[in-house]
């Protein structure tokens, strides 16, 4: 289970009350960044200063990996773990600002008020919110103990710890009042729009707890004898916001395109749309990647028949959004997974994805410009089953120039590209999809 560790302050004692509150400092070898809003983050850096900040930044990391050690439900993958840590870091700025000159305002906070909601949409009960605030409280008051006796004179010190177990007692219990309040008006919202009924009724068919005809008395979506691609849509944006409508909207017009005749649609929790589409004749659908919005990310299943085929189009929807939201930053995009099923299998393990590609592409590897002009010209080789002409257009660039490269490549992969290709042409579509997160740092900036 992961523990929330010492800060490390090495600054001479000062007085006050809590003065010391602005010297916090982060570990040296944090280097992580606030998730907060950005009117939030100026603010908070004005009051308290950035080191300060990005202590609380790396307390709020470290309790989330606390939280959801402890409690599963709050994980599930990089955007659930940023929307606990949300609603954390916000709530460890807000108690820094009372200790430092007793704020005034209101606790809840926007960022905490947005993660709950997430919470509520991903079913999670206010019994177990309520214990991870528990566990919030405990982490914060640990490490605010631990820096305090760094800082503070001894003389102090009494008087310090006094003050932080007041302050802590007093704005916890009045944010567990506003949490209470807030998670009954989100939950009420959530239950009034009719979303938390679709929700159900697809996590309920999809493990197994309703049956087909169940679902399509209660929705008029038909199962049986039909052919279904899934899509699940997110928005791209470091932190969730409520885009519920405009997700809907590509959904309708995305399966439209694809020539569906029947849609399903439920919230998949964290900024996500679950979309389903279906047809009487499979020889009906017409699935190509089609273009997205601003901050929109989609990924489509392949054509399923029946029950099974609504299940297993959606697994496939789920892991190729995994493995599209791997990179670093998560973009704008389109993927079918058709198009990347190796990787998309591969990607539930990244370290023995990356220990794949480096094994199959050697030093070409490497995360530098050079390299990564190589491996698109390869790729794209690969992709146009080595037509040097056909490359050349789609890169916009002479047929000598893709011979060039192409060579290149076999020199610094030390063999032909027709040694194993099928796992070559793997490699290069995992780091052309992912980047630095899969290579190796470039060694001239090491």
């Known amino acids: 289970m992961a523990t929330v560790q010492n800060s490390h302050i090495h600054l001479p004692p000062v007085a006050g009350r809590a003065g010391w509150i602005t010297r916090l400092t982060p570990s040296p070898t944090w280097a992580g960044e606030s998730v907060l809003f950005s009117e939030s983050v100026a603010r908070a850096e004005a009051v308290l200063d950035i080191t300060a900040c990005q202590w609380a930044a790396e307390l709020a990391t470290r309790n989330a990996d606390h939280i959801t050690d402890a409690l599963p439900e709050f994980g599930g993958g990089k955007r659930a773990v940023e929307v606990l840590r949300l609603g954390i870091e916000s709530l460890i700025v807000r108690v820094l600002f009372r200790l430092r000159d007793m704020d005034p305002e209101m606790i809840m906070t926007a960022e905490a008020a947005a993660s709950i909601r997430e919470m509520v949409r991903r079913g999670i009960s206010y019994e177990r919110i309520l214990r991870a605030l528990h566990m919030t409280q405990a982490d914060l008051t640990d490490a605010l103990y631990r820096d305090c006796r760094k800082v503070v004179p001894s003389v102090l010190l009494g008087e310090q710890m006094a003050f932080i177990s007041a302050e802590l007692f007093g704005f916890f219990d009045r944010f567990g009042h506003e949490l209470a309040e807030t998670y009954r008006e989100e939950r009420g919202a959530w239950e009034r729009s009719g979303d938390v009924t679709r929700a159900e009724i697809a996590r309920n068919l999809l493990e197994g707890d309703m049956t087909p005809g169940q679902m399509e008395e209660r929705t008029g979506y038909r199962i049986a004898e ?34 569906c005749t029947a849609q399903f649609m439920a919230p998949g929790g964290f900024g996500r749309l679950w979309a389903w589409g279906s047809v009487a004749d499979s020889a009906d659908l017409r699935l190509t990647r089609p273009p997205v919005g601003s901050e929109i990310l989609l990924v ?118 027709g040694a194993d290709h099928h796992a070559l042409h793997t490699a290069l579509i995992v780091s052309d999809l992912l980047g630095a997160v899969i290579l190796e740092p470039n060694k001239s900036t090491r």
């Open 300 to 417: 489509a299943g392949s054509i399923g028949d029946g029950v099974q085929g609504f299940r297993s189009s959606h697994a496939e929807a789920l892991a190729t959004m995994r493995l599209a939201t791997l990179r670093e930053p998560v973009i704008s995009d389109s993927l079918l997974y058709s198009e990347v099923e190796v990787p998309a299998l591969m990607s539930q393990d990244l370290d023995a994805l990356r220990r794949f590609v480096h094994r199959h592409l050697g030093a070409l590897a490497e995360d530098s410009a050079y390299t990564a002009e190589l491996r698109v010209s390869l790729l794209q080789y690969l992709n146009t089953e080595r037509s040097l002409v056909h490359t050349a257009k789609r890169l916009h660039v002479a047929r000598n120039t893709v011979t060039y490269r192409v060579r290149r490549a076999e020199a610094i992969l030390g063999r032909p590209i």
């Open 226 to 259: 039909r052919h279904h691609v899934a899509l699940i849509l997110g928005s791209t944006a470091p932190i969730v916001h409520d885009r519920g409508e405009e997700l809907t909207g590509q959904a309708h017009m995305i399966l439209g395109s694809f020539g």
